[in-house]
């Protein structure tokens, strides 16, 4: 099943050039990408929590709901193993 993320934005962020590398890179990583208008209450409701609690303050910026970044290639990186220690 395929990664959903948001992405809120001002203008429109899968078109041009850069938006031509986004939709290669989603396609490639398998992530689904909901658009959400900043002028939308949903899209108000983020940017609130992305200024206050994760110092974005540039549009567009993705999140899945938890983690905020404005690369959506953060959002494709796997976490890290954590290392066990020897009994």
Known sequence: ????????????????????????FIENKKINIKKVSFASDEGKDLINKAVFEH??????????????STSIEDFAKKPKNKKRGRK
């Open 1 to 24: 099943m395929a990664k959903e993320i948001i992405c809120v934005y001002q203008d429109c962020v899968l078109c041009g050039d850069r938006g031509k590398k986004i939709k290669q």
């Open 55 to 68: 110092d974005i303050k540039t549009m567009p910026f993705y999140t899945d709901g938890e983690n905020f």
